[in-house]
């Protein structure tokens, strides 16, 4: 019972990140976490949670390494091949080699191999880490890819380094030659194991669907298991697990391209279901992280043997080090590109941009996982030398790479962000293309005979969002329009609130059935004004609600229906609302939103048009009904496609955040006019 409430806590914590990182949206949500760990491990009764090394690693890296190599474009990456390996292979040999002499002569009570071990678990640079400080600053493409390259690489590296060199400093055994090709088969044979497991696995889906078994929770089941599966019996044979993952990933999403006009739903579902499991699990190796560093501080600084200030002097020489090998590694290898290629897919090298690649090396969890895996013992039954201060080193290093890339990434970035100012409309609009076209394809795999008519509707209402986005509106003047339509709707919405507290008043509809149709009117305003403070309000209004429902004695009918599913009365209900607030934004109407206010009047009198005619026999009318389910899909593919662009590094925050405001608007009309 500790454990899942811990885990509850864990999960409200990251929760609550994001909606601080909406506060303070110049410190990343990774740092915000760890801040969180580290409070919420520092209170009396905190949560304490021992970091199982193997078990984090196949827990948490393994889905998100798999998930990385499945969305990284693979053209991309084989084109930045030849610095990808220099970075994920070369530049962690030249950290293990450097940094680990560098230590023992800084650190002379840490043994040699024991330094080596340190180094190679700094090595690494932490794929989620980066992905969150890319994502924050401007950055061109293939440096951006070239980042995410070195992540899903240099695992695997760091740590095969790591585990020969915690070899040697346990039996006092080290063969270069026998750790040369041990390495080699350890990674060759993790990418073909990775490759065949999901080849194998991937096929067990095909004949699973040929036995008629076409539920998408089956399926999705089999996918989420994949990584898991993939990552333990690569480990089992031998060979990386990691590297098994990403190339698992990356077979994924070849087999995915080639299945996707007839997979479109599993697509749909699979984006859904692994965008919330990837934001947990992102989230939780901070939190973790952030839970861990009180205990490993607190084992040196409360040790007497050891001077803080010179322990974090440590930390400061060795972070700064390896910028500086970092650095160092990059200027020579982007030089030599340019002497002898003169078409490089990374362009010329830039002062500014070896910066920024440099600080994007920030360290992450699978170094401090990797810093715990450190055995307590010896062979000869003699403790593990200088442990503690070896983890705490580990940890150091992630908070400072952290901390010195959040505050000078940004920085450095300023002046490149503003000189793509001009770029990002056309970026905004593209992406816009984008999100559309992939609403229209969710849309058109979902239509059948029986609601064709209505799936062509809402694709037409989606060429005509494309052909708007292309056309010569200003964003500034599309804005006001919006802001305007935006004002008039809340006008009317508040009137039709007004109408049914008099209906209530008058005993023409019961409590109830004015708690449903408030209730509807609340997310419908919360959704149109698409503020916090609205939404808090909205929060507030909700509780007054449901209390004044329990506690009012109002005057009611013995025989009064009071059920909104009633034909009749909900007809009755919808004109006096709709007439209620045609009235009132006629009242509100003047020369500078007489346009806006006339299309939003003509909906309201559309329907109570279509409500005076209807058939009495019908509760609902069916075309209506499906063109709302299918605008439902359209809108949460659309949701999808943004999230997927910002993760890829195709859109940069700012610009997310306006697309998700155009799919909260195109979604508030939707509710209002159904």
């Known amino acids: 019972m500790e454990l899942f409430i811990a885990v509850l806590v864990l999960l409200v914590l990251i929760g609550l990140s994001n909606i601080l990182n909406r506060f303070v949206p110049f410190i990343p949500v990774p740092l915000i976490q760890i801040v969180l760990g580290v409070a919420i491990a520092l209170l009396p009764a905190g949560v304490h949670l021992p970091l199982n090394p193997e078990l984090f690693f196949v827990l948490f890296i393994a889905p998100l390494l ?106 006092g055994v080290f063969s270069l030659a026998e750790a040369s090709f041990s390495f080699l088969i350890i990674a060759i044979g993790g990418l073909l194991a990775g490759a065949l497991l999901s080849f194998l696995l991937i096929r067990l889906g095909v004949w699973i669907r040929r036995l008629g078994m076409e539920d998408v929770t089956i399926h999705m089941l089999l996918q989420i298991l994949t990584p898991f599966v993939i990552y333990l019996v690569s480990e089992e044979i031998g060979v990386s697990g990691i590297l098994a993952v990403v190339a698992g990933g990356i077979i994924h999403a070849i087999e995915r391209d080639r299945t996707e006009s007839v997979q479109l739903k599993m697509q749909v579902v699979s984006a859904s279901t692994w965008s919330v499991i990837l934001f947990i699990l992102n989230g939780l190796v901070f939190v973790i992280l952030g839970v861990q560093i009180p205990d490993v501080l607190s084992t040196i600084f409360e040790n007497v043997t050891f001077n803080n200030l010179q322990v974090l002097g440590y930390v400061g020489l060795i972070s700064v080090l390896l910028l500086m090998l970092r650095f160092v590694w990059i200027y020579l290898f982007w030089q030599g590109n340019e002497w002898f290629r003169k078409k490089s897919p990374i362009g010329k090298p830039r002062l500014k941009e ?75 609009r593209k992406a816009q293309d984008i999100m559309l076209n992939a609403a229209i394809r969710a849309v058109k795999s979902e239509m059948t005979d029986e609601n064709k008519a209505a799936a062509l509707a809402v694709v037409s209402d989606l060429s005509k969002y494309i052909r708007q986005a292309a056309g010569q509106m200003t964003a500034g003047k599309r804005k006001d329009i919006l802001k305007q339509e935006t004002a008039i709707n809340l006008i009317g919405t508040r009137a039709e609130r007004k109408e049914i507290e008099n209906m209530m008043d008058e005993n023409v509809i019961a409590s109830e059935a004015a708690f449903k149709c408030n209730s509807w009117l609340d997310r419908k305003e919360m959704m149109l004004a698409n503020r916090t403070n609205t939404q808090m309000m909205f929060s507030i209004s909700e509780i007054g609600r449901v209390l004044g429902h329990l506690f009012t004695n109002r005057s009611e009918k013995p025989d009064q229906p009071f059920m909104i599913e009633n034909a009749d009365l909900f007809r009755q209900v919808k004109l006096r609302t709709s007439e209620a607030a045609i009235k009132a934004i006629r009242a509100h109407m003047n020369d500078g939103n007489r346009p806006v206010a006339l299309s939003v009047i003509a909906k309201y009198e559309r329907v109570i048009a279509r409500l005076r005619t209807w058939n009495q026999g019908k509760t609902e009318d069916p075309f209506n009904q499906e063109k709302l389910e299918l605008q439902m899909v359209a809108i949460q593919e659309q949701r999808n496609t943004v999230q997927q662009l910002y993760e890829n590094g195709e859109i940069n925050r700012d610009v997310a955040a306006k697309l998700r405001r155009f799919i909260n608007d195109v979604e508030a009309t939707v509710l209002k006019n159904s």
């Not at 932490?126 to 992905?131: E, K, S």
């Not at 908070?399 to 940004?410: E, G, R």
């Not at 490149?416 to 905004?428: I, P």
């Open 354 to 428: 070896i910066t920024i690649i440099s600080l994007s090396g920030v360290r992450g969890a699978v170094t401090l996982a990797g810093a715990f895996s450190i055995p307590y013992v010896l062979q000869d039954g003699s403790p593990f030398p200088e442990r503690d201060l070896i983890i705490f080193l580990a940890a150091g290093v992630i908070l400072f790479t952290l901390i010195a890339a959040s505050v000078f990434l940004p920085l450095l970035a300023k002046n490149d962000e503003k000189a793509a100012d001009g770029t990002q409309q056309t970026t905004e």
């Open 66 to 171: 798999y998930n990385d190599g499945k969305r990284t474009p693979r053209h991309e990456l084989w084109n930045l091949r030849a610095p990808i390996l220099l970075l994920a292979l070369g530049l962690v040999f030249v950290t293990v080699v450097v940094a680990g002499y560098a230590i023992h002569w800084l650190i002379p009570t840490i043994p040699l191999p024991a330094a080596f071990a340190l180094a190679a678990i700094l090595s690494p640079t932490d794929a989620v880490a980066v992905g969150a400080m890319a994502g924050r600053v401007h950055l061109p493409k293939s440096i951006h890819r070239l980042l995410e390259g070195e992540a899903l690489m240099n695992d695997a590296s760091g740590l095969v380094a790591f585990k020969f060199a915690i070899a040697a400093t346990v039996t």
